[in-house]
């Protein structure tokens, strides 16, 4: 069984999803601009901009690329489709940290360089659009070094803005670092552990895993980082 609902309410955008696995979906909306390379240069990245011609009757398969996604997929590159692909959709910028996060792929220097210039714009993203991103990021084996990317391309004080506050704030003597290098020097000593668990947990490892189950790590690791 599936159930259709409303993805966007500023353009025909729609989702089908499978009632009993929620992880299965279908969007379907109507194609941009006049042809099908035009809207596909209207998509976030080029690894995203590939589509196949599908023909009545016709069992070969003709791939349509006017942007290189397959070069980028063959090099694990996450490449914006346009200039303005970020300012249609600033959600953009922390879909490549996921991407590469998730995918071990490499964001390309002109994009990196985008994402920076343009980081004040993840305000205009609705708050659940972000935080499904951030879970995903977080959820990542070692998440620490794409938190500290998004700090320096200035994308985590528009999630974070507390942490601003966090950099520069010493503590007691019995601290060697600042409150935000702090927190990082957690998270990365978390994942460590989380990543080793029979090695710190020996025989109590099942226990761990049965609690992990239950306990998503990604807002474990959250808390820990920002609590």
């Known amino acids: 069984l599936w159930s259709l609902l409303k993805k966007k309410t500023d353009e025909p955008c729609y989702r089908l999803i ?6 299965i979906t279908i969007d379907f909306m109507e194609m941009r601009g006049n042809n099908i390379n035009e809207d596909l240069k209207c998509r976030d990245f080029t690894i995203n901009a590939i589509a196949i011609e ?5 069992s070969a398969v003709t791939i349509i690329d006017p942007l290189g996604g397959q070069n980028d ?3 694990r590159l996450i490449r914006l489709c346009s200039n303005h692909a970020i300012k249609d959709d600033p959600l953009r910028m922390l879909r490549a940290i996921r991407f590469s996060a998730e995918l071990g792929f490499t964001i390309e220097n002109d994009t990196e360089v985008s994402i920076a210039q343009q980081a ?10 972000i935080m499904s991103e951030m879970i995903r990021i977080f959820a990542v084996p070692h998440c620490t070094s794409y938190i500290l990317k998004m700090d320096q391309r200035s994308l985590l004080d528009v999630v974070f ?12 003597s019995y601290h060697h670092q600042d409150v935000w290098n702090h927190s990082m020097s957690v998270l990365e000593n978390c994942e460590h552990i989380l990543n080793n668990l029979k090695k710190y947990f020996g025989d109590q490892n099942p226990l761990i ?3 992990q189950k239950k306990k998503e790590n990604s807002a474990f690791k959250n808390s820990l980082s920002f609590p």
């Open 161 to 172: 803005p507390e942490i601003r506050s966090m950099k520069g704030c010493t503590q007691s």
């Open 54 to 58: 599908l023909i009545p009757g016709n």
């Open 18 to 23: 499978n009632r009993d696995n929620h992880e």
């Open 120 to 129: 004040s714009l993840l305000n205009e993203s609705a708050p659940e659009r």
């Open 73 to 75: 997929l063959e090099k």
């Open 209 to 211: 895993l049965n609690y």
